[in-house]
């Protein structure tokens, strides 16, 4: 990442079947979630990465619950960088949190056979 101000990184890796829901954390009361860039990998199977913040007053990962803020579709043994800040021109952020609202990783895939990934999501607390 070329901007400082995402000076905070979630990440993790493990496997997923057609469907995860992976809760990045509690989006802070007042505050926001500004996501700057991430880079997605999938391992072994063809998945689509969906950042996605909890609507106010919802806690749950759902998609009805939620709404996107960013995604990318990854192909089988690849890797995708995002410059989701854009040198200042984008920001993708969730609602201000209420105490509830929680921040989410969606991962998809048509095929049910088990495949691993990896992720780091690049963001800051405002």
């Keep these: 990442m070329a901007v400082s101000i995402f000076n905070l990184v979630a990440q993790g890796n493990g496997s997923v079947g057609t469907e995860a829901w992976i809760n990045l954390g509690v989006i802070p009361t007042g505050g926001q ?7 997605l990998c999938s391992i072994d199977k063809v998945l689509t990465f969906e950042i996605r913040g909890n609507t106010v007053g919802q806690s749950a990962g759902t998609l009805n619950a939620t709404s996107l803020l960013a995604s990318a579709s990854v192909k ?9 800040y ?4 984008m920001i993708l952020r ?6 509830v609202e929680n921040w989410w990783l969606h991962l998809k895939s048509k095929s049910a056979t088990s495949g691993d ?6 963001y800051t607390n405002y």
Aim: proline share 0%.
């Design 94 to 99: 969730t609602v201000v949190g209420t105490g």
């Design 86 to 89: 854009r040198k200042g021109r």
């Design 117 to 122: 990934y990896m992720y780091s999501i690049y």
């Design 33 to 39: 979630i500004w996501v700057g860039g991430d880079s």
């Design 76 to 84: 089988s043994g690849a890797t995708v960088n995002q410059d989701l």
